[in-house]
Every structure is written in structure tokens, then in C-alpha cells.
């Protein structure tokens, strides 16, 4: 079997585990939209691509191990795995879309140095997240993308972030300290918005930083005092 149809197990809700045959090149849309048991699935390694909602809402999934030969997942692909704690993601991995892992339960996350496309709202509402790595091939954080991360209380940006996005990192509670790489160029609208724990911020030495939006730091109760550096024109 080289094709299975979108949608060919969606509403599937009894079945629990499957194994994918070894010569699938894709998961296509909602291929197990609602299988609300599934609990363990073995992925091949010829699987290049997980389209979007091929997961979403499978209930059951705790884990997931991508195999090395992934490229890419689509929008909302695993959106609403309320039990999914782990995602082992592969070194190959180019692209990940929106939506993609909207209200799991991750706990970490390593995101890999291959990763150069990441969509807006991927990681938002995953209410159990405390720790994210951001690789250097990653140049901006979309809007949205951690936002009501409401656990998240260590973030790594590599060098090579120039752009955080509108709301990405907005209503993250505990998230006392953020240290900005170099090369960040522009904080947009309402990033960090009401990030209550939030008193520091560092700057490299080196800073590019020209622009930060409006309200990119509005609400941070405990943010007293904040040297910006003289790269900021707006």
C-alpha cells in the first residue's frame, strides 16, 4: 500500500493502534481526525509529509516519534491531542504549520536545527509547556505562536531570530527572564503582553534591535525597569 485516502479513518473512535505500511510517502488530510482511542502509531520512515488534521483530536496519543524521513507537518495536525506530552521530532524536519500542536499537552520542546518555517498559533494553548528552544535556522516567531503557554518559564532563542511576532509569547504567567540574541531586528505588537512574572529582559551587547511595537511589553506588572539599547529607533 503506497495511497491512503484523506479522511479514510477519520470518526474512527475504537481504533487504538495501527501500524502504517512501510512505503507510504504521505499522511493526508484528517486521515485520523477523531480516532478519539488511538493510542500508539508506528509512522515509516518514507513518510515525508503529515498533511493538515491527520491527528487532530486524537484524544488518546501521549507520544509521537517522527520519523527521519519528515519534512513537514501541516496546519493543525495534531491540534487538540489534549493528552500528547512528547514529540520526538527528527533532524530533517523544514516546516511546521499553523496551528499544528494548538492545545497538547506538551511539557518540552526541542525544536530541531533543520527548522526553518514555523506557522503562526503552533504551540498556543499548550497549557503544560515549561521549556522551549528556539534554533538559529528559525528567523522569526510567528504571531501567536506561544501564546497562553500559561507553564512556559524558560525560553532559548538562538542567534538568528531577527523578527518575534505579534502576541507570540503573550500571557506566558511565569516566565520571569528572556534573553534576546543579537540578531533580533523587530518585537512586534503585544509579544509579551501581560506576562505577569516577567522583571527581566536582556539585550546583547551587540544588539540590532531596531523596533519595538506598541504595547509589545504591556501588563508586565513586575517589569520595573528595562534599558534598551541604542539600536531602537521605534
Do not use: W
Not at 479522511?7 to 477523531?34: H, M, Q, R, W
Not at 521549556?131 to 538559529?136: A, L
Not at 512556559?152 to 502576541?167: P, Y
Amino acid at each position: 500500500v503506497k495511497y491512503i485516502s484523506n479522511s479514510f479513518f477519520y470518526y474512527c473512535g475504537a481504533l487504538s493502534k495501527i501500524t502504517l505500511p512501510k512505503a507510504l510517502p504521505v499522511i493526508e488530510d484528517n486521515t485520523f481526525e477523531n480516532c478519539y482511542s488511538l493510542s500508539e502509531i508506528e509512522i515509516p520512515d518514507t513518510v515525508t509529509s503529515i498533511e493538515s488534521y491527520a491527528f487532530n483530536e486524537c484524544l488518546s496519543l501521549t507520544s509521537v516519534t517522527l520519523p527521519d524521513s519528515l519534512l513537514h507537518i501541516g496546519s493543525s495536525a495534531f491540534s487538540y491531542c489534549s493528552t500528547l506530552e512528547e514529540v520526538r521530532f527528527n533532524e530533517k524536519l523544514a516546516a511546521i504549520d499553523d496551528d499544528a500542536f494548538y492545545k497538547t499537552a506538551l511539557t518540552e520542546l526541542e525544536l530541531p536545527e533543520s527548522l526553518s518555517g514555523l506557522g503562526r498559533d503552533a504551540f498556543q494553548c499548550c497549557y503544560s509547556l515549561s521549556k522551549v528552544y528556539i534554533p538559529s535556522n528559525l528567523t522569526a516567531i510567528p504571531d501567536s505562536c506561544f501564546s497562553d503557554c500559561y507553564a512556559l518559564s524558560e525560553v532559548e532563542l538562538a542567534e538568528g531570530c531577527k523578527t518575534i511576532g505579534s502576541h507570540a509569547f503573550d500571557d506566558c504567567y511565569v516566565l520571569k527572564s528572556i534573553t534576546l540574541p543579537a540578531s533580533l531586528t523587530e518585537i512586534k505588537l503585544d509579544a509579551f503582553y501581560n506576562n505577569k512574572a516577567l522583571t527581566e529582559v536582556k539585550f546583547a551587547d551587540n544588539a540590532a534591535l531596531t523596533t519595538i511595537m506598541d504595547s509589545a511589553f504591556e501588563s508586565c506588572q513586575q517589569l520595573l525597569t528595562i534599558e534598551l539599547p541604542d539600536t531602537v529607533e521605534t
